[in-house]
């Protein structure tokens, strides 16, 4: 035995060691209904079970499997008893991975192992916060998760690769693995605000669901701020923040889809952020409670995954013929108009022309955030009361300009 097998002893020992520990700690050594084992036990486990990787790796396999079989076969018997009077097994599943680390770790593989007993003491200790969580989960959000599970395991491996169609423009699954990239951000947006709740301020609601939509938004708070009572300022920089939020969201979205891209996109977008984000923070202060969710419904429904994908197919037919019949001029137009309806779906498309013209493709879809923000402009213009219409709609304008400076000094 080599100081490699010594130490992948020695890692399988502690291993055993630290989950006895916990549950000698957490009293299911002791008490009315002990469990099997406490910190004595678990370290011979972690032991045992290093020996049977060790003999495992030089060939004395029949050996390991007596010592692993053993062991396994007193964990059992002590659930047998212990379940008499009170049904737990966490106890019992611990031996068993402690079992199953020793001997990756007995075997060489120790930071495998290492990396298993760790993880099986962070779930035993946070027990608490884990029952808390799923306490708070309700059927909505249960919902959502599974759903954007299916979506991810099950509908995107059966999906061919494609391509198909004219200019080849139809690829199911990179289709699919696209949406679930937006969905995801979506979901992480959704389940963020759910967890921090509405009493955090409507400023902060906006950056979360600039995450989901900042043109919804933008609808919502608009509304709201026509209630007499409506914190308006507070309203307005939650639009400022959700739009400052889409600029970061495109760049982001570009940056994994077409790297070049979001290179060439940031100077035309980062005076705006900046005014965005500036007035953001200044406006910070202000924050008040928010009592409002409406924009903020799952976006995980199928049918909303099923629009998405119609919508993304349909602006990626549109983009390549445009290009092939009018060229870049119409390219532009038609990025503006896309723009107004699905920021996303354009980013989608004009990514994936790759580098081709790529000074052509950045002034596309920077004209669909021009036209993306000057929709809501208006809508905060028109909608709004007050100190949010002058707020929202004078940073909007300002941010507005901004990229328009940008496309003519640069463009």
Known sequence: MNLHDTIGLLVATLGGAAIGVEREWSGHASGPHPRFGGIRTF?????????????SANGLVPLAVVLLAASAALIVIGYAAASRASVDATTEVAGIVVLAAGTISGAGQMALGSALVAATAL????????????????????????????????????LPPGPYGPFG??????????????????????????VIGPSQGVILSGLLGGIVSSTSVTLTFA???????APRTALAAGVIGACTIMLLRVAIASAVLNAPLAIALVPFITAAFVIGAVVTLLAWRTNAPSDGDEWLDSPLSVRTALQMAALFQA????????????????????????????????????ARRGTVDLQST????????????????V??????????????????GAVALAIGVALVMRG
């Open 123 to 158: 779930l035993l200790l946070e027990k608490t916060r884990l029952h808390a969580m799923v306490a708070k989960i309700d059927d909505q959000a249960l919902r959502a998760s599974v759903r954007f599970a299916a979506m991810a395991c099950v509908i995107l491996p059966l």
């Open 223 to 229: 509304r709201q701020s026509r209630a007499q009572s």
């Open 315 to 350: 602006v990626l037919f549109v983009i390549p013929v445009v290009q092939s019949r009018w060229g870049s001029t119409a390219l532009v137009a038609t990025s503006a108009f896309v723009g107004l309806t699905d920021l996303d779906a354009l980013t989608l498309s004009l």
């Open 379 to 396: 809508v905060a213009g028109v909608v709004g009361r007050g100190r949010f219409r002058v707020m929202a709609a004078g940073t909007l």
């Open 169 to 194: 423009a139809v690829k199911p699954r990179e289709l699919w693995a696209l949406v679930l990239f937006f969905s995801g951000l979506s979901f992480i947006g959704w389940i963020m605000r759910r």
């Open 362 to 377: 950045t002034i596309a879809l920077v004209m669909g955030i021009l036209s993306n923000t000057l929709l809501k402009l």
């Open 43 to 55: 370290t011979m486990l972690g032991a045992l079970s290093g020996i049977a990787g060790w003999l």
